[in-house]
Each structure stands twice: as structure tokens, then as C-alpha cells.
T-cell receptor, first 118, second 117 residues
Framework: AQKITQTQPGMFVQEKEAVTLDCTYD???????LFWYKQPSSGEMIFLIY??????QNATEGRYSLNFQKARKSANLVISASQLGDSAMYFC???????????????FGTGTRLTIIP | EPEVTQTPSHQVTQMGQEVILRCVPI?????FYWYRQILGQKVEFLVS????????KSEIFDDQFSVERPDGSNFTLKIRSTKLEDSAMYFC???????????????FGPGTRLTVL
């Protein structure tokens, strides 16, 4: 089974609209972290937002927010007021068992390519 | 703002040759990582490194791969005898620690695109 599932290979959104990128995860650990990264066409990986499994509130960072629904095992990224510069690949990632030494790896999803239309 | 740097940005090599990819992690970070991304595919974990030893590695990280922190600032990935399937973007990342705090986020470098001919 996939650890991280991103079901939207591509999305097109009108500039200034909000967009939700879906991410579901699979883990039996109680302690885990969920991350979103942005990869523009230039190739670098830019950290956007983090949500810990014990965090009570949804994470927010500027125009980015994470809609964390623990029971449904989903961690959707919401981008408000989209801009042309938001056009990129977006990856959801998970780190499991962060209370244990030797569990540092991030497991990535296959990504969603977001295109903002002017 | 501090950032992870990687050199070279692009490396072309012949099959069977050794390559060394270099990274300078963020200065106060203690954990270092290598990931790779084959063109058009998802990012895959290779190895994590802490306190001068490997703390976790994936199945991809076989005997052809090694990592080293030769001095106080550099972190290197060596591929001893490159294969065609090693062609990928290689990302270095670092984090302060590896706990569950937001400050333990892994920050990625810009990547080195390795092309094996």
C-alpha cells in the first residue's frame, strides 16, 4: 500500500482563486509529521508547511494552510488567493515514528502539478 | 536566510565512473540526508546521517553508495561505479534535529542533476 497518496496528477486554477491539493496517508504510528513541498520548474524543493500528528490546530503559513483530518488520514494543502508564481509541482510527504531514533526518512507522494491560469 | 548548497548543479559522467556529489548543509543543523528523484518520478530517500554515522538507509543505498562528512561543513555522496539507472536529480537536505517539532523540518538544497552516459 502507498504511504502517501496524491490523487490529482494535475490541476488548473484561475488566478486569485483558492485551491486544495489532496493528500491521504497511511501509517500505524501515533507520532508522525506531514509536510508539503513545492518544486518549481527550476527543480529545487521548497518547504511550505508542516503538521505534527499531535498538533491540535491546523497549520498555517501565510497563504498556505493544511486541512488536517486525522481520523480520515488526510492532510490537504489549501492555497488561498493563488498567484501565477504558485504554478509548480507540489509534494506531500510524511515522516513516521519521530519519537524513535533511526526514523528520519521522508516518504513522498507522486505529486500534483498545479497550473495557475491568468 | 541560511540555505543548503550543492555542487555541481549538473554532472555528466560515463557509466562505470565514480562521482562525488557535494553539499554544504545549514550550519547549525545536525542531521543530513540524501534523496534522489528520477526524472518525472517521486522523491526517494537514500540515507540519513547523524553524529558521523549513518542512522538510516534505504534499499537503494547499496554498496555502490557511501556518504562522508570530511570536514565541519561538507557532506558528500559518492557513487563508486555509476550505472545508467543512477541518472537522477540528487537532493541534499538537513535538519536541526529529527524529532517531531516543526523546527525539525528537512530543508533541501537545489539539487545536482546527474547524467550517466
Amino acid at each position: 500500500a502507498q504511504k502517501i497518496t496524491q490523487t490529482q496528477p494535475g490541476m488548473f486554477v484561475q488566478e486569485k482563486e483558492a485551491v486544495t491539493l489532496d493528500c491521504t496517508y497511511d501509517t500505524s504510528d501515533q507520532s508522525y509529521g506531514l509536510f508539503w513541498y513545492k518544486q518549481p520548474s527550476s527543480g529545487e524543493m521548497i518547504f511550505l508547511i508542516y503538521q505534527g500528528s499531535y498538533d491540535e490546530q491546523n497549520a498555517t503559513e501565510g497563504r498556505y494552510s493544511l486541512n488536517f483530518q486525522k481520523a480520515r488520514k488526510s492532510a490537504n494543502l489549501v492555497i488561498s488567493a493563488s498567484q501565477l508564481g504558485d504554478s509548480a509541482m507540489y509534494f506531500c510527504a510524511m515522516r513516521e515514528g519521530f519519537l524513535d531514533f533511526g526514523n528520519e526518512k521522508l516518504t513522498f507522494g507522486t505529486g500534483t502539478r498545479l497550473t495557475i491560469i491568468p | 536566510e541560511p540555505e543548503v548548497t550543492q555542487t555541481p548543479s549538473h554532472q555528466v559522467t560515463q557509466m562505470g565512473q565514480e562521482v562525488i556529489l557535494r553539499c554544504v548543509p545549514i550550519s547549525n543543523h545536525l542531521y543530513f540526508y540524501w534523496y534522489r528523484q528520477i526524472l518525472g518520478q517521486k522523491v526517494e530517500f537514500l540515507v540519513s546521517f547523524y553524529n558521523n554515522e549513518i542512522s538510516e538507509k534505504s534499499e537503494i543505498f547499496d554498496d555502490q553508495f557511501s556518504v562522508e562528512r570530511p570536514d565541519g561543513s561538507n557532506f558528500t555522496l559518492k557513487i563508486r561505479s555509476t550505472k545508467l539507472e543512477d541518472s537522477a536529480m540528487y537532493f541534499c537536505a538537513s535538519s536541526v534535529l529529527a524529532g517531531g517539532l516543526s523546527t525539525d523540518t528537512q530543508y533541501f538544497g537545489p539539487g545536482t542533476r546527474l547524467t550517466v552516459l
